[in-house]
């Protein structure tokens, strides 16, 4: 079901949906917190598609808030959305106008769940010091996406300077799998120690250095980063010993190739994580991600980006 609310209040908003609760049609679900995502008019419906998959396990109130134009005379539009439009949660969509324009705590305040947790997304536009905007000032986790930015590399640098316990970006969130089958090798492995690292990956993409920085902090050896062509995501960390070197090498899109010394080859599955895969893996934790906060805050300096070479390929 979806509800139209043209030139209208929080106030009233907040009553229509507890007149729709009355009605009998909507069924109200344990909600586990407020997901509060902040965006631009006409780039909102993918991130509330990939919000309403993600609700499926975690049920929440999801309110967008898009920018539809601060030179427009003041406005707000919204829009409810509830049963199968919006997954397991409830849709409040806020597209202001004019003074209403700009992301505010008080646009949000009657709408958010009550003594519920609060997380703040920006799927595009992240802000300059999330944890002191109006919104990212309540949430207890703060969501930004440095691979929709312009310049993820200066994005990436921007969280290191502003970062708060709380903050995380999504480009992190891809790296988990990635993540998992390193450690699992080198748990496997003799203790002959790694002497370098190469990492080779989308020039354009933050999670390659963000892996670069994980594994300088995690091995403190020299990483040097090979750039791909934009888009091809990440495709090979080679981890190099004395007793021969360790390949996990991804050619394509979902499956990757795992080569160690004196073992034959393994085809492992590590598929490109989708949007709602990641989002729905940041609300299952409400605390810090201190592993996060560790790289890029003394992982990401000591990354040397000078040494990115283009790939040989």
Known sequence: MIVDLPD??????????????EQGGVIALGRVLTLVVVTRSGLEEEAIEAANEASREHPCRIIVLADAGASAPTRLDAQIRVGGDAGAS??????????????????????????????????????????QTSIGSIAHRRITDSANEADPVGALENIRRTYKAGDTDLAWTRLTNWRIQLAAVLDQVDDSPVTA?????ASDSPSTILLAAWLTLALDVPVTIVADPAGTGI????????????????????????????????????????LKDCL?????????????????????PRTNLRSVRPSER
């Open 8 to 21: 209208t209040t929080t106030s009233k908003i907040s009553k229509k949906i507890m007149a729709l609760r």
């Open 280 to 300: 729905a893996e940041e609300l299952r934790r409400l605390d810090p991600d201190e592993v996060f906060g560790e790289v890029i805050t003394m992982g990401l």
């Open 235 to 274: 495709r090979r960390v080679r981890l190099s010993r004395p007793g021969g070197d360790i390949q996990l090498f991804r050619p394509g899109l979902t499956v990757a190739e795992l080569t160690q010394p004196g073992q034959p080859a393994q085809r492992i599955s590590l598929p490109r994580r989708s």
């Open 197 to 201: 690292v190469t990492v080779e990956g």
């Open 90 to 131: 409830e849709v409040i969509l806020l597209r202001g106008y004019g003074e209403l324009a700009e992301e505010s705590e008080s646009l949000v305040a009657a709408l958010l769940l009550p003594d519920a947790p609060i997380v703040a997304w920006w799927p595009h536009g992240a802000p300059r010091n999330a944890c």
